[in-house]
């Protein structure tokens, strides 16, 4: 498993765009779509933190006042943060701005 970049994120909300926009709580869904994005293995773990942009390391601080029992659990708050960020992102781009950034092209959101 390797890290979504944010274009494969974009990509994935543009494809489930139907779903989202049918959604009563729309930003409510990054939350699972970040769950769902989290490597499960321990190697998965670290390869996929080890990808991570140097802005979205180190930031479990934001997610915790005390110290985990082990570098994994920081590794995955990491990455949690960073897919929680980027599915937001997305997210609001779709429902608020009517349109998202698909391969580097703006795609208008579909007329109801």
Known sequence: MS???????????????ESILEHKYPS???????DSAMPIYHEDTYLTWRDLPDEYSNKFHE?????????EELMRDDI????SM??????????????ILVDDEWIDKPED
């Open 3 to 17: 890290l979504y970049t944010e274009t494969e994120i974009n990509k994935e909300i543009w494809e489930n765009r």
């Open 28 to 34: 409510d869904l990054a939350h699972e779509y970040a």
């Open 63 to 71: 997610m915790r006042t005390d110290l985990p029992d082990t570098i």
């Open 80 to 83: 949690y943060l960073y897919y």
């Open 86 to 99: 980027l599915y937001s992102g997305a997210i609001y781009e779709l429902t608020e701005n009517d349109k």
